[in-house]
Structure formats: C-alpha cells, structure tokens
C-alpha cells in the first residue's frame, strides 16, 4: 500500500518535473539548520540554546540521537573530551539526583507558607457558618459548570482526592483548593446535609474557612460591597495617580499555595536566568500555565478599574534575588497595562519593610509597598517605573500580569 509520504514525494516530483528533472536538483546552498535545545535541572536555572549545526557537527549529531533515543546510546567513555566538557557545560549531562521532578499545584501541607502577617478570616460563629454558594467539586473530571471558566490542562497534583473550587464573589478570582480523603468526606457530609459545619474538626473547618469554602452568612454582600468600593475608588485613584494599589486580591490560603508551587518550581530549575533586564539577578517563567490562569482570571477587575476593554497579553512569574536592581524603565508594547502581584517574600517581611516599586507619574515620585496577596496596577508603556537594590538575604516572588487594548495587532508574548 502506498505510504503518505509516497503519495507526498510522487505528487512534488510531478509537480516538478515540469521544470526540471529530479537528477539536476541540488540541495540548497543556502540550506542553514540550526538546533534549539532546554534543558532544566534542580537547583539550576532552565536554559535555552540554538546552535547551528554546521558549526558544532559533533554536538549535533550527538545531540539529534539523543532526542531521538530518548536516553544515552554509547558509552561516555568513547566521547571526543572537547565534546563531553561542552556536553557538561549546557547541562545535556547532569548527575541523576540532578534530574527535575516534575511540579504539581496543591501538593504538600501548606501551613508553613501562610502569611505571618496580613489578614485573617473574619470571626464567624461555627454553627453560623454556610456553604459558599460558588462551591464547584472536582474529582478526576472538570465538572461541567467550570468549562470555559477554567484553563484546561493546570498542573494541578493529582495526589490530592479532590478539589474544591470557589470564587470570589469581589475579585472573581477562581481558585481550586486541595481536599485530602477526610476533607472530601467532611465536605460530602455538611453538601448532603448529613452533619452540620458546627461538627466538624477544627483543623478541618479552619481549612473550609480559609479556603473560602465555609463563608459567614453575609460574606457574599460584604465582599461585592467592599470590592465595588474599592474598584470605584481604584479607578478615582487610577486618573489622579496613575497607578492603583489592590489590597488582598489573594487571600492567605491563596498565598500559601501559590508559595509553596513557585518554591517548587524554582528548586526543580523550571525558572530561567533573566540575561536581559535584570541580568543575572532574577529568573523566571513566561506564561506558567497556573500563573496564566490567574492572570486571566484578573482581567474582570483590570476592565472594571481601567474602564477598557483589554485583553491578556503574557504573563511574567519572577523571583528577584538579593541586590536586584530593576532599572528605571518603561515596557514594551504588550505591558500597556501591568498589574504586579507580590507572591512570596523569603523571609517573610512586615509590609512596612516589604521591597518597594516607584512611579515617576508627571515628576512626582511615589513608592508602594504591598504585603503578600496584594498587587499594584499601572500604565506600563507609560509610567517609569523601577525598584531599589532588594535588601541582603531577602528573596522576592511577584507575579507580573500583561494587558493590552482589544484592539493590539503585535505577539502576544
Ligand atoms: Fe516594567
């Protein structure tokens, strides 16, 4: 039976015997193949090279095998030196402990990263307690009321027996909260009614309360109410300012989780070393698939202060290092708006002491500093803005979050 591929050959070698024979082709002179190659290893930062093939032959024949083969097909030993140092230096070989493990959202205990300062759940009597009305359980499929809401394919760790998601009824962030097997009983007991939320274990209605999952009665009108101040305000601030600051766009138990997935991903190397703009001294992942979602999930709040009609651009998760400097600058075309939403501090510092950014808005310059879970929002093409040198043995964490109008014709990323 004929292949698709000679189906393919027969038609191009009809097509082109009109002009020339097969035996007066030649292969292109001009013929440039280059490789592009990443590589990620714990404790490292993620690299990415292109190397032409003609100028390194050796280096490409070793490494389209290995691509192909998906494992080493001969012994090291019988490797020219040159070629396994350069082999060593891109981090194409690494010891096997160094080998990235893959990194999930939700996965391990999250106590450790809440925020020590900030905000804490509002008092509630237990048996006043009700079910947030957005509750949505996952088990193994996206149930269908979270189509189109929810991007497909997050990382989300599939060691975990379900996930509880809710919504914010103020920032409409969507965010899926981890259940273990006693969780997902307690919450299938008080969903059925079978047990009051006023029976459960502590442990486990402190989790629902700071998951959001278990809300005061009037939780829902106080939130929409002090959301739509804030956004009225936010926008009177906007035009009189030029930038905007959000407090609590994320709530404690938010933090923690994003905490402890960017730690993860940043000790596996999924972050790559910044050799642009703050060279050396941050690293980072462009469009992160859990980071995008709540950057798109942003984008209500963003229209609503702005008052346009924007759409997501990229979004940029960072971790700046110690004595990181981010120069005076404004942005590219895609950050026409940015909100930058501060996610971890290591160690955690009071908001006092927190690492500010300025704005140079019309000669007037203005620091802000935000706690974990709070963001500032500004013009990025438009508004100089940059940060001092990041105190000695602090590390900072922001989630950068790119908008542009509607109507922008440029990439996207
Ligand atoms: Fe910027």
């Not at 440039?32 to 290893?41: F, G, I, N, P």
């Not at 490797?79 to 160094?98: G, M, T, V």
């Not at 002090?226 to 035009?239: D, H, S």
């Not at 500010?356 to 500093?369: E, H, L, N, Q, T």
Request: negative net charge; charged residues 20%; contains cysteine.
């Amino acid at each position: 039976m004929e292949s698709f591929l000679d189906y393919d050959y027969h038609n191009t070698m009809l097509e082109t015997s009109s002009e020339s024979t097969a035996a007066e082709l030649i292969l292109n002179p001009n013929l440039s193949v280059r490789l592009e190659l990443s590589t990620t290893a714990k404790n490292g930062t993620a690299d990415t090279h292109r190397l032409g093939v003609a100028q390194h032959p050796e280096l490409a024949r070793f490494l389209v095998a290995a691509a192909l083969q998906g494992e080493l097909n001969q012994s090291l030993t019988a490797l020219a030196l040159p070629l396994f140092h350069q082999l060593l230096e891109l981090k194409i070989l690494i010891p096997r402990p160094n080998s990235a493990s893959p990194v999930f959202f939700g996965s391990g205990p999250l106590l450790d990263f809440l925020p020590k300062h900030g905000s804490t759940t509002e008092p509630c009597a237990a048996d006043e307690l009700v079910l947030n009305e957005t509750l949505c359980l996952q088990g193994t499929e996206l149930p269908p009321l979270l189509a189109g809401r929810v991007s497909a394919g997050l990382p989300l760790s599939s060691e975990s027996s379900a996930w509880a998601w809710v919504e914010n009824p103020g920032s409409r962030i969507l965010f899926p909260f981890a259940l273990s097997k006693a969780q997902l009983e307690a919450l299938e007991a008080i969903v059925s009614n079978r047990c009051p939320a006023s029976s459960l274990d502590r442990d486990i209605r402190e989790y629902f309360r700071g998951a959001g999952i278990l809300v005061s009665k009037n939780y829902f009108l106080t939130k929409s109410e002090r959301w739509a101040a804030a956004v009225k305000n936010g926008r009177a601030e906007l035009l009189a300012d030029g930038f905007v600051v959000l407090r609590e766009v994320l709530t404690p138990l938010q933090i923690a989780a994003l905490r402890s997935y960017c730690r993860d991903l940043r000790s596996e190397g999924y972050f790559e070393l910044d050799r642009e703009q703050v060279v050396n001294m941050r690293s980072y992942m462009q469009n992160e698939p859990f980071m995008s979602f709540i950057h798109q999930r942003l984008l209500g709040v963003i229209r609503d202060l702005t008052a346009s009609d924007l759409i997501p651009s990229y979004s940029f998760l960072t971790t700046y290092d110690s004595g990181a400097v981010l120069e005076r600058h404004i942005d590219r075309d895609q950050c026409a708006w940015n909100v930058s939403l501060f996610i971890d501090s290591q160690p955690e510092v009071s908001l006092a002491d927190s690492w500010p950014i300025y704005f140079d808005v019309g000669g007037k310059v203005s620091g802000v500093r935000l706690a974990m879970g709070d963001a500032v929002l500004y013009r990025g093409t438009e508004v100089p803005h940059w940060r001092n040198a990041l105190p000695a043995g602090q590390l900072a964490t922001v989630l950068l979050g790119h908008y542009v109008p509607q109507s922008f014709e440029g990439a996207l990323d």
